[in-house]
């Protein structure tokens, strides 16, 4: 992924060649995660908003940033893209399309006097059908969509100020609800390209707690310790396979055990576990069969009873 496919998709884009739906989510937590629930809401002007978005991204955004494969530990200054069929969002884009596809219509006033949840952000969602040109060219039949997400609820209320609104050439006091927008955009979907323009957006599609979030912070902590000889090796066996939700039980109270030993201590604990030592008195990650073990042990999956003396030392029961 580059900027230049991102400047590319986003100058190619025609807001009057799409329906478009505006649309407003409350975010709920449940067993299961992060769940959004969205209404729709009747709105005017969307193609030519969205129009202002669009320069906005290409003028400010895309010019100050660069772009990468979006990580959880992604710097500020990078702006994180997924493939929509990415296995770390391809459930939520799914269901945040049901979602809005699927909403119920709702009065303005409805959003603002609280017959529904607050807002927590809303989105602009484009549909377009695709052209005989374009079913030519890639045999593509799925229609084209994008969105535009934005964190915040843009209803201004009036307790604390009067409202006013434009009325036959006037000025006249407002009762009905009013929106707020800034030409800022916090999620982009386009061509596929599932792009995290702002930092804080990863919550409400609940990044943070999946396994491939977890398991790169865990990595970040693991680095620090500087315990393992060849870190890359055993990143890429952390995050392939079954290994990455092991790190969902990560015990960073063993990883602080090690590093705290002597060379002489470490080889005496390891070798409990199988886990061998390379020649500086680091964790050797030269075998993948080692890095297997490493993983086990960081995550409490050390095939010992509870005699053992990780277990005995830091009341961590191994389990089978």
Request: hydrophobic share 40%; with cysteine.
């Amino acid at each position: 992924m580059d900027i230049q496919n991102l400047t590319a998709a986003l100058q190619d884009f025609r807001p009057k060649e799409y329906t478009w739906t505006f649309a407003l989510y409350s975010a709920h937590k449940s067993r299961d995660g992060l769940q959004l629930s969205w209404n729709a809401c009747a709105m005017r002007e969307i193609p030519r908003w969205t129009e202002v978005l669009a320069r906005t991204l290409l003028e400010k955004s895309l010019t100050e940033r660069g772009v990468t494969e979006y990580s959880p530990l992604l710097p500020k200054e990078q702006i994180g893209v997924l493939e929509r069929g990415s296995e770390l969002i391809r459930g939520q884009m799914s269901d945040m399309l049901l979602g809005i596809t699927g909403a119920q219509t709702l009065a303005p006033e409805d959003f603002a006097n609280g017959v529904v949840s607050r807002p927590a952000g809303y989105a602009f969602y484009g549909v377009r059908p695709v052209t005989p040109e374009e079913l030519e060219a890639d045999g593509q039949q799925k229609p084209r969509e994008i969105i535009f997400m934005r964190r915040g609820n843009p209803f201004i209320t009036g307790a604390k100020m009067l409202l006013c609104t434009g009325q036959n050439g006037g000025i006249a006091e407002s009762e009905a609800p009013l929106l707020k927008f800034t030409p800022q955009t916090d999620f982009l979907l386009i061509e596929d390209m599932c792009c995290f323009i702002s930092e804080s957006i990863a919550k409400d599609f609940d990044l943070e707690s999946r396994p491939n979030a977890v398991c790169a912070r865990r990595l970040e902590q693991i680095a620090e310790s500087d315990v393992v000889g060849c870190f890359e090796a055993l990143e890429m066996a952390a995050l392939s396979g079954k290994n990455t939700r092991k790190f969902l039980d990560f015990d960073r109270e063993i990883l602080t055990h090690i590093a705290g030993l002597s060379i002489e201590a470490r080889m005496d604990f390891l070798g409990t576990y199988g886990v061998e030592l390379d020649a500086n008195g680091k964790m050797n990650t030269a075998d993948p069969e080692q890095c297997e073990l490493i993983i086990d042990l960081l995550c409490g999956r050390s095939c010992l009873d509870v005699l053992g003396r990780l277990a005995v030392g830091l009341n961590i029961k191994p389990r089978e």
